[in-house]
């Protein structure tokens, strides 16, 4: 779970790193690279004047399965 303090703790230079690091997809685990996609994901929920440049990574779009 994501704290609002963790949310707090982020600027421009740690959210850039953030996405880099999802953009390069180089995680050890896909759980690794969930954790980070889970972070970006409230953070552009809840600080999202962080996320703009980034909002391609982040799958907003609803879809239907039918």
């Known amino acids: 779970?994501?704290?609002?303090?963790?949310?707090?703790a982020?600027?421009?230079?740690?959210?850039?790193?953030l996405a880099r690091r999802l953009e390069d997809d180089d995680y050890r685990t896909p759980f690794?690279?969930?954790?980070?996609?889970h972070l970006l994901r409230a953070l552009a929920i809840h600080r999202p004047e962080l996320t703009l440049p980034y909002h391609h990574l982040v799958d907003q779009?609803?879809?239907d399965e039918d």
């Open 32 to 37: 690794d690279s969930l954790k980070d996609w």
């Open 1 to 8: 779970m994501v704290t609002p303090e963790q949310l707090e």
């Open 10 to 17: 982020f600027d421009d230079a740690t959210t850039a790193e």
């Open 61 to 63: 779009e609803p879809f």
